[in-house]
């Protein structure tokens, strides 16, 4: 039942990246196109899901003492079932972009930023997991600091 699979892709880390993120999803980026959250699309939400969420973990990460600890770069949640994706650059302009994507949220990543932080050398070449979550109830942060 492959056609019916709750499926996460990006044409950019398909298509332009072959299976990694594009440069300019990253740090190491030129100009004005770098660090830009890469467009994101999904297929067959479950019929109960009442929104989604996503989170997007260099699962390579080293922490300081040698370890591997998952980094966490992206976090949005109260993502409208209604939603199919997020476009590239989509990061930090939910209320710009209107309509039914002003109601998502960022949260905090591991930078303490609410936006997509793409990886910088030497982690370019880590492996990426992009996991996108179907819930049965809408999620907000506090936001208060």
Known sequence: MAG?????????????GNGKLPKYCTQEGLGTKWDVS????WHNVPPKTKSLA?????IDAV????HVAPLTHWVVVNIPVTVK???????????EVG???GAIEEGLNDWKVRVWRGPKVPNYDDRFEFRLYAL???THFDIQN
């Open 54 to 58: 996503l989170v997007v973990q260099d």
């Open 38 to 41: 890469p467009p994101l699309q």
């Open 136 to 138: 049965d109830d809408d």
């Open 85 to 95: 994706g997020l476009p590239e650059g989509f990061s930090g302009k939910e209320e």
């Open 4 to 16: 019916t699979e709750f499926k996460l892709v990006s044409p950019a880390i398909d298509k332009e």
């Open 99 to 101: 309509g039914e994507y």
């Open 63 to 66: 922490d300081p003492t040698g």
